[in-house]
């Protein structure tokens, strides 16, 4: 999601021009129109739900019309961009990226239609409006190049040539043509001739535009996407208004009404940011809805003037300061279908356009620096082509970085996190996944926790997805959670892969067998915080997710900053007679060693030594499961039970082992007590043990 290096350009000063293609192919420069205001109604005194006749009005407030380029940047804008490339250090490697990717894009094949192996995804689709069209008409827009401009045109051609864009099977396809078409019909408006404008907008139109605005309209469609609060809506809607607002005088009714129904969708999806700015799907699929989302309400601002109170929400406010809310000091957490961001220079980045649209300096500070410090062993310093765009060096000079507290709760996300402290990177940090497991893209993980200390990651909650998703990725299993024990798995579905079991996370596992581990619709809630300069900790209730197993359970996680100690702790009832095992998800399991007596393990990484000691229950010790790049380390239990019917759907966990407690005959209705200490310094001594209702910051 970074940028790489480009060539400088010429740079005109004080002379905006659009690129227009001339006969011969060339491009000339030529006057940019002036918006002339033609008041109609002014769209800040509109909010949602608006009409069709309501955005045309505002259009024809905002005098943009015939006007282009219009959605994201003007001529004027771009002019800036080349003279920043020039002269800041910060922006240049991004600018240059951009044209390095274009250049390789020119002698690159045609891609042609085709379907993933789920008979579903058209793949190509993605790979041309995210990661060629953006290249192309941006390489176009900032050397004049035609060479840019016809590639985009040849591939775009052969687009609207397929037989459908996903609308009816997969319509995130058809959103996300949708926006590559509208950049395509905005940044090459000079250079596209009129024919070629109209076959993109009758593509668009037949393949998304019409056949959304129906399903919207019916109440119909392969899956309502529509009516989702998920990544599907800000994609889908996203890119049909973003289209709809590029081609907006070729079909000023239709597209009117077309951009009004996807305005009107889109605010159960934004409000799902309230309140801290947290997405449940974790940072991938935060960062690709909103992508989509952002440009098209960049997109609104400019052409129609206003959001109709869309970009009002406060959790769309701060959603920006995200990813650094749940990224300790080497490591971002991560959680359900999510990628692993384990590394200092790992951690996931944020976008300039959130600091840039609400004019937030502090905003922008912090993520100029943590682009230079996340990316400080790469030349291109950007997240993407996106952050050129709306990089503001004056509002970079005028804030400063945002102060990450030391303790915090991230609602929406229901991640809590602590800090020994924030000043170092090596200093102790644990952070614990609450939360619904029936959340978008979830795994059965509630209550897996993260480890980070010494400038290393020591239990990572989470092993990522499988990807490209299998066919059968999101197929219903059976058995179901409630269903009676069974060694039996014949309908292969999500939660028989590994990652997304619980026995792949930092969790309790409770009589293993073919059924989920964890309950699929189970909640785990907050029952108890505190934080002070000597600690702080969070206890979650973890009886609902563990419903079929437990009478009661809670589980704690404690920061001790003055012991230099993590502390992980478990108290449940069992339902029967269990054997339970005490999970964690390790990259420091090579080389471990197990004490005598089985109550201390010493993990080694990178010449580093940490230590976790066993204090509860006393006839219990530690077994590591070895890290292999040759098999999956389902338990003994499970082992049987799914190697033959997932034989090669899973992914092998190459850095990956595991640290367990295995607990056996553990009597039906006797409380128990598990506890872990994690800690650098092993003459550190353990305190007694104290019950979780009567835990403070320092016993």
Not at 121 to 139: E, K, M, S
Not at 577 to 591: E, H, L
Request: aromatic content about 12%; overall charge neutral.
């Amino acid at each position: 999601m970074t940028f790489k290096r480009l060539l400088l350009i010429f740079f005109v000063a004080g002379f905006s021009f659009s690129c227009n293609k001339k006969s011969n192919g060339g491009a000339v420069p030529t006057p940019t129109p002036t918006p002339t205001p033609n008041p109609s109604i002014n769209p800040a005194t509109l909010s949602l739900p608006v009409t069709g006749a309501q955005v045309r009005a505002s259009i024809s407030y905002t005098g943009i019309a015939n006007v282009h380029p219009r959605l994201l940047y003007t001529n004027a804008e771009l002019n800036t961009i080349k003279l920043a490339a020039q002269t800041d250090l910060f922006a240049k490697p991004t600018y240059d990226d951009i044209i390095i990717r274009a250049n390789a894009l020119l002698s690159s094949s045609i891609l042609d239609y085709g379907l993933d192996g789920a008979g579903l995804r058209i793949t190509n689709i993605h790979t041309i409006c995210n990661d060629q069209i953006p290249y192309l008409v941006l390489a176009y827009q900032f050397t004049g190049d035609t060479r840019y401009a016809l590639r985009c045109w040849q591939q775009l051609d052969r687009m609207c040539s397929y037989p459908d864009w996903g609308a009816n099977r997969h319509f995130l396809d058809a959103g996300i043509a949708a926006k590559g078409v509208a950049l395509a019909l905005d940044g090459l408006h000079g250079y596209l001739t009129a024919a070629q404008r109209n076959r993109l907008y009758s593509a668009v139109k037949s393949f998304v535009l019409q056949p959304g605005k129906t399903q919207i309209e019916t109440g119909t469609g392969a899956w309502k996407w529509y009516q989702s609060t998920n990544n599907w809506n800000g994609i889908c809607h996203g890119g049909m208004i973003m289209a709809s607002l590029a081609a907006y005088e070729m079909d000023s009714v239709f597209l009117g009404n077309v951009i009004a129904l996807a305005a009107n969708n889109m605010m159960g999806y934004i409000q799902t940011l309230n309140p801290d700015g947290a997405s449940e799907e974790g940072m991938s699929y935060w960062s690709y809805g909103l992508s989509n989302t952002y440009l098209a309400l960049e997109a609104m601002k400019r052409v129609i003037g206003g959001t109709y109170g869309l970009t009002n929400v406060e959790g769309l406010r701060k959603t920006g300061a995200f990813p650094y809310l749940v990224s300790g000091p080497v490591g971002t957490a991560t959680f359900g279908d999510d990628y692993l961001y384990v590394g200092k220079n790992n951690r996931f980045l944020s976008h300039f356009w959130f600091s840039k649209f609400y004019q937030d300096p502090v905003m922008a500070k912090t993520h100029y620096d943590r682009c230079l410090s996340i990316n400080s062993n790469r030349t291109v310093k950007m997240n993407s082509w996106t952050d050129l765009l709306f990089y503001d060096r004056t509002l970079v000079n005028q804030g400063s970085s945002m102060t990450i507290p030391t303790y915090g709760y991230v609602k929406g996300v229901e991640y809590g996190y602590l800090f020994e402290n924030t000043s170092d990177e090596t200093s102790l940090y644990a952070g614990i996944h609450a939360g619904n497991n029936n959340a978008s893209h979830g795994h059965l993980d509630a209550g897996s926790f993260f480890i980070q200390a010494l400038g290393e990651t020591w239990a990572q909650g989470n092993l990522g997805l499988e990807t490209p998703y299998p066919s059968d990725y999101f197929t219903l299993t059976q058995p179901s959670y409630n269903d009676a024990p069974t060694t039996s798995a014949t309908n292969r579905g999500r939660f028989y892969y590994y990652r997304v079991r619980t026995e792949a996370k930092n969790c309790l596992v409770f009589n293993p067998d073919a059924r989920p581990e964890q309950n699929p619709a189970g909640v785990a809630t907050v029952s108890n915080q505190a934080n002070d300069n000597a600690g702080g900790f969070f206890i979650l209730n973890m009886t609902s997710p563990y419903s079929r197993d437990v009478s009661a359970y809670k589980r704690g996680i404690k920061l001790n900053r003055i012991r230099q100690t993590i502390m992980v702790q478990d108290e449940f009832t069992p339902g029967s007679n269990s054997t339970v095992y005490w999970i964690m998800q390790s990259p420091a399991t090579d080389g471990a060693q197990i004490s005598t007596d089985g109550k201390t393990l010493t993990m080694l990484k990178n010449g580093k030594t940490f230590y976790a000691r066993l204090v509860s229950p006393s006839n219990a010790s530690f077994t590591v499961v070895d890290r292999s790049t040759t098999s999956i380390n389902y338990l003994s239990e499970t082992l049987p039970i799914f190697s033959s019917i997932m034989a090669g759907k899973n992914s092998i966990n190459t850095w990956y082992g595991k640290v367990q407690v295995k607990m056996t005959g553990v009597p039906a209705g006797t409380p128990v007590t598990v506890r872990i200490d994690f800690l650098p310094n092993l003459t550190t001594s353990a305190l007694p043990i104290s019950s979780l209702d009567s835990w403070t910051t320092v016993n």
